[in-house]
C-alpha cells in the first residue's frame, strides 16, 4: 500500500490577472454591443432640398419677431403697426389671420440673442395652429 507523501498545496493569496484583459475585452465588446442610444428628438421639420428665391408679396407675410426677453413682435405686411404678445398668443393669432388670407406665410425672424426655448415655443405654436408655410430668419439691424 502505497501512502501519499503529506504534500500541502500552497493556495496562493494573489488574484489571478492572467485573464484580466480577455475579460475586460468582453465586457468592452458585451456594452457595446447592448446598448441603445435614444433617438435624437428635434423639430420635426421639413425643408426644402435646394434652397430657392421665391418673391412672394408683403400682404402675404405675417412677420413675427422674436426678442432676447422672449416678447414676440407682430406685423402685418407692409403695415408698420406693430403688436407685441406672449409666444403662446401667436397660435390664435395665425388661425385668425389665415383665416382671412389662405396664401399666408408665417416669417419667424430670431434676434441672435434669443435663447432657443422662445424660438421653439413660436414654432410650436404655429405647429399647433397647423401652420405650413414658415421662413425662419435671423433678426438683423434691429
Known amino acids: 500500500m502505497a501512502v501519499m507523501g503529506n504534500k500541502k498545496t500552497k493556495v496562493s ?12 475585452f468582453l465586457l468592452l465588446i ?20 435646394e434652397s430657392e428665391t421665391v418673391e412672394v408679396s408683403q400682404k402675404n407675410i405675417l ?13 402685418r405686411g407692409e403695415s408698420q ?5 406672449r409666444p403662446g398668443d401667436v397660435e390664435a393669432i395665425w388661425r385668425q389671420d389665415v383665416a382671412q388670407n389662405e ?10 440673442d434669443t435663447p432657443y426655448r422662445f424660438m421653439i415655443d413660436v414654432l410650436d405654436a404655429l405647429q399647433s395652429a397647423g401652420a405650413e408655410r414658415i421662413s425662419l430668419q435671423v433678426l438683423e439691424g434691429e
Request: glycine content about 4%.
Open 13 to 24: 493569496d494573489e488574484i489571478p490577472s492572467s485573464s484580466m484583459a480577455d475579460i475586460a
Open 30 to 49: 458585451f456594452f457595446l454591443v447592448t446598448t441603445v442610444f435614444p433617438k435624437d428628438k428635434g423639430l420635426s421639420m421639413v425643408l426644402p432640398e
Open 103 to 112: 396664401n399666408l406665410i408665417a416669417g419667424v425672424k430670431t434676434h441672435p
Open 81 to 85: 403697426q406693430e403688436q407685441t404678445v
Open 63 to 75: 412677420h413675427i419677431l422674436i426678442q432676447p426677453n422672449g416678447a414676440v413682435t407682430i406685423k
